[in-house]
């Protein structure tokens, strides 16, 4: 029996070798990964006792959250999991009622194509500033 659980809280940074394999954290330091976590809502993907996967929400909880570092691990992708982290990050009771999502994503465009995600649709207003050192 497959049996899968979510974490809508995310207490713990022990056991963070599986993100290592994430194309996002894989350049990162450990302490860099564990503060962007202590910062962020996480919500973890386990099977049994051991992490599969996970997600992360920037927010205010008013108006924005910007969802970022969804990853599952490779031997349970293609399996909906996914999908499933994200519909359950979607639902959270504290990101209810927001005016805008955003995301960055290199190649699961059309997984989020699935909740409502676009390209920007005014991209002239968004700006960035980046640190390549980081």
């Not at 399996?79 to 504290?94: E, F, N, Q, T, Y």
Request: hydrophobic letters at 40%; proline letters at 2%.
């Amino acid at each position: 029996m497959n049996i899968f659980g979510i974490v809508g809280v995310f207490r713990s940074c022990n056991g963070l070798v599986f993100l290592s394999r994430s194309y996002w954290a894989k350049n990162r330091s450990r302490e860099r990964v564990v503060l962007c976590l202590q910062k962020s809502l996480c919500f973890g993907l386990y099977k049994g006792g051991r992490q599969i996967g996970l997600a992360r929400v920037v927010t205010d909880s008013s108006t924005f959250a910007y969802l970022g570092d969804v990853y599952v691990l490779e031997e349970y992708q293609h399996r909906g999991l996914g999908k499933w982290l994200v519909s359950v990050v979607m639902a959270h009771p504290d990101l209810q009622g927001l005016r805008v999502w955003c995301l960055l994503t290199r190649d699961a465009h059309e997984l989020y194509k699935q909740f409502g995600f676009t390209e920007l649709k005014f991209p002239a207003r968004w700006m960035e500033k980046l640190d390549p050192s980081k």
